[in-house]
């Protein structure tokens, strides 16, 4: 088992609201009308099938993806403002994807320290030993001379969280973090996002872990055709859920018989 160190309690957390939010790719509605919040220092995490829409709304709070209508919130920023700063609000986000979007000619340190110095205008010996304390949080402190792909997955999604953590986000979005990794080292980001979640990091999370969405989450929100279905306490939705597209949703979900992909 790997190591994972104690992430203290000490973040600063932001909350999201969102509401009427919707996006459309041409005649393609995506989302349609989505209202939600995560107050800070909330775990919420998402879940249905592909095409239901659920990256979609994560990038969206970031405006990775520009909405066709509706407004969002992440602390002090409404994100949707045409006057927004997007520079100063991204710096408050931390996204962490399904791919680890390393950069390959870079060691992990410098991964984890350019843009604390391009972005956050942080002088050098700064930026790394503000990396190195972030990799000795996931676990990865003795890798920083190291290239991406010289890593395992895992290691390469851990380092992809201390990435982020660099920045010093007061809200992390992680679309669905484990989907590129072997069986064998999904335990080792899940348990990255557990100490995150202890600590009061505000998380938004798409995921198909339903065992870590029971454990961690404080609400589950289960969507389907760009729109919620069901949320609510995540032992009650995955446990008991009152939908009935939610029911046939898990129940192929945690049929070891099925396999669920999702694009």
């Known amino acids: 088992m790997t190591h994972i160190s104690n992430i203290p309690a000490n973040f600063k957390a932001s909350g999201v609201s969102i509401t009427g939010l919707r996006k459309s790719y041409g005649s393609n509605e995506v989302l349609k009308g989505i209202d939600l919040e995560v107050k800070p220092g909330e775990v919420v995490c998402l879940i249905g099938p592909s095409g239901s829409g659920k990256s979609t709304l994560l990038r969206c709070v970031n405006l990775l993806e520009k909405p066709n ?7 002090g920023f409404e994100t949707t403002d045409p006057d927004v700063d997007l520079d100063k609000m991204r710096q408050n986000v931390g996204m962490v994807f399904q791919q680890f979007n390393l950069f390959p ?13 391009k972005v956050l205008k942080r002088p050098a010996a700064q930026a790394k030993e503000v990396a190195q304390k972030n990799l000795d949080r996931v676990g990865l402190g003795a890798f920083g001379d190291r290239y991406p792909d010289e890593l395992s997955g895992g290691q390469q999604q851990r380092v992809a969280i201390a990435r982020a953590l660099s920045m010093d986000p007061t809200l992390m979005l992680f679309d ?4 590129a990794l072997d069986p064998e080292t999904v335990g080792e980001v ?13 998380m938004l999370v798409v995921t198909h872990e339903m065992s870590f969405a029971k454990e961690v989450a404080d609400r589950v929100i ?15 939705v995955i446990g008991n859920p009152q939908q009935p ?7 192929r ?5 099925h396999v669920e992909i999702d694009t």
């Open 190 to 202: 899940l348990a990255i996002m557990r100490s995150l979640a202890k600590a009061g990091m505000t």
């Open 69 to 75: 209508e509706g407004k969002i919130h992440v602390g």
């Open 222 to 236: 289960f969507m389907d055709g760009g729109v919620v279905v069901e949320e609510g306490i995540a032992q009650d």
């Open 245 to 251: 597209r939610t029911k046939d949703f898990l129940k």
């Open 253 to 257: 979900v945690l049929d070891p018989t």
């Open 176 to 179: 669905e973090p484990t989907s």
């Open 105 to 117: 000619h870079l060691t992990v340190t410098q991964n984890c320290t350019v843009a604390q110095t």
